[in-house]
Structures are given as C-alpha cells and as structure tokens.
C-alpha cells in the first residue's frame, strides 16, 4: 500500500507543518479563552516548524524544551510588538503576571510553552516515524 511521507522535507512539508501548527494553536486558544486571531493561525504555525527543527537535533532533551520554549516567546515577542504595540489591536496583554517583557511575553508563559514543547519532542518523532512505517 502506498502512503504519502509528509516528513520528508520539502516545501509542501513545510506548508503542512505550518497549517497544522496555526490550527492547532487556533484550537488551543479558543479553547482556552473562547476566541483568537489570525495573527496566532501565523505564530502558531512558525513555532511548530521550529519545534519540529529543534526536535530533530542532536540536543538533550530538556535543552530541546528549553529551546521551543524560548523560541515560542520569541516568535510571540515578535508578533506582539507588530498586532498589539504597532497596530494597536490588543489581542493580548500579560502586564497582569509578573516578568512581562511589554506585555507581550512573560515568565508564565515560558514555563508553559517550554512545557507544550516537550510534547513536540517526544511526540512528533515517533509520529514521524509511524508515518513513515505506515501504521
């Protein structure tokens, strides 16, 4: 039976890897508190194609968590100061929790994405290679 490798790299991997993680952290948003943005569809979607990139690398483990977790801050840093401080359209604002940076990412969040990226590290290995195997 022949199957489509969606972890080989490739540009339509990439679109793939990127639309998945904007719809799961569009999910994960409205779940959590009842709406989002298009600009989390984007910022969703870079932070898996890095966490898939980190989980791929020869790092231990909690260093790999550390990474996504610094990285998604990065990625969220970066969109907060186009959305929210730029354009003014306040889609967030983490003033309220102690060890912001402008409001825009805090130390909470650190710990919760550096968290949710330990799921990426161990879990999108071995859906790589179920899929790769077949199932």
Not at 54 to 79: D, H, N, Y
Not at 84 to 100: E, I, P
Not at 114 to 133: D, E, F, I
Request: hydrophobic share 50%.
């Amino acid at each position: 039976m022949k199957y489509i490798n969606l972890f080989k790299t490739g540009g339509g991997v990439y679109a793939f890897q990127f639309m998945a993680g904007g719809l799961i952290y569009a999910l994960m948003e409205v779940l959590y508190r009842g709406y989002t943005h298009i600009s989390m569809f984007i910022a969703g979607g870079v932070c898996l194609c890095i966490l898939i990139r980190l989980s791929r690398s020869g790092m231990p483990f909690l260093l790999k968590c550390l990474a996504g977790g610094l990285s998604i801050c990065a990625v969220e840093f970066a969109a907060g100061c186009i959305v929210n401080l730029w354009l003014g359209l306040n889609v967030w604002d983490y003033t309220r929790y102690g060890y912001h940076i402008l409001g825009q990412v805090c130390l909470r969040y650190f710990v919760i994405w550096s968290a949710l990226s330990a799921v990426v590290m161990w879990g999108y290995p071995l859906l790589s290679k179920t899929l790769k195997h077949g199932f």
